[in-house]
């Protein structure tokens, strides 16, 4: 079964430092999405992005946030400067057609 | 779905036995999907069972099955003849219905089985 993967699992992260998290959406996918899980809490929607552009983002996606897919394949994640805060599980996902979601094996980031 | 909400901080099961997760959601929308995901201690979110809110029979995946209860917005997950390995968090989520379908996560149950 195609796969939606994520790279890498698990990164660690000087404060103030640029993270870049990585995903490749299955093919045909039309959605792509990042969610976040801090520990201990809830999977929160971050931004969904469609058509080479955001459709939609929550109030957690603010200027220090940014998604790509340069090259048609690869779906990123940067944070700008990370905060202690920003430690996390990451999950990008995709969606295929109505309920139709795949959820990557998510990015662990910790940040020190 | 706007919010979702789970009940059940943590639930307990004897191995063989059934149990039931309750979940709540509350939407504008008359379709969308709703989701029960899995998630072990490695974290990954495994898709256990989904519904789409316009069919009327309720889902069923081997030995999970759901009560889907529209009118009522309710949205509760069975799990039979449980095994040691259905131990995990369960998450009940709700996409949006429109616009880009983005989920909405309930805060989760903690699923303990018992040998």
């Known amino acids: 079964e195609p796969e939606v993967t994520q790279t890498p699992s698990h990164q660690v992260t000087q404060m103030g430092q640029e993270v870049i998290l990585r995903c490749v959406p299955i093919?045909?996918?039309?959605?792509f999405y990042w969610y976040r899980q801090i520990l201990g809490q809830k999977v929160e929607f971050l931004v969904s992005f469609y058509n080479n552009e955001i459709s939609e983002k929550s109030e957690i996606f603010d200027d220090q946030f940014s998604v790509e897919r340069p090259d048609g394949s690869n779906f990123t994640l940067k944070i700008r400067s990370t905060k202690l805060e920003d430690s996390a599980m990451y999950f990008c996902?995709?969606?295929?057609?109505?309920?139709?979601?795949?959820f990557g094996s998510g990015t662990r980031l910790t940040v020190v | 779905a706007q919010t979702v909400t789970q009940s059940q901080p943590e639930m307990s099961v004897q191995e063989a036995e059934t149990v039931t997760l309750s979940c709540t959601y509350d939407t504008s929308e008359s379709d969308y999907y709703l989701f029960w995901y899995k998630q072990p201690p490695s974290r990954q979110m495994i898709l256990v069972i989904r519904q789409e809110a316009y069919k009327q029979q309720n889902a069923t995946e081997n030995r999970f099955s759901v009560n889907f209860q529209k009118a009522a917005k309710s949205f509760s997950l069975k799990i039979s003849d449980s095994q040691l390995g259905d131990a995990a968090m369960y998450f009940c989520?709700?996409?949006?219905?429109?616009?880009?379908?983005?989920?909405?996560f309930g805060k989760g149950t903690k699923l303990s089985v018992i040998p």
């Open positions: 989520a709700g996409d949006s219905g429109a616009g880009s379908y983005q989920l909405t």
């Open positions: 996902a995709g969606l295929q057609g109505a309920g139709g979601y795949t």
């Open positions: 093919s045909n996918h039309l959605y």
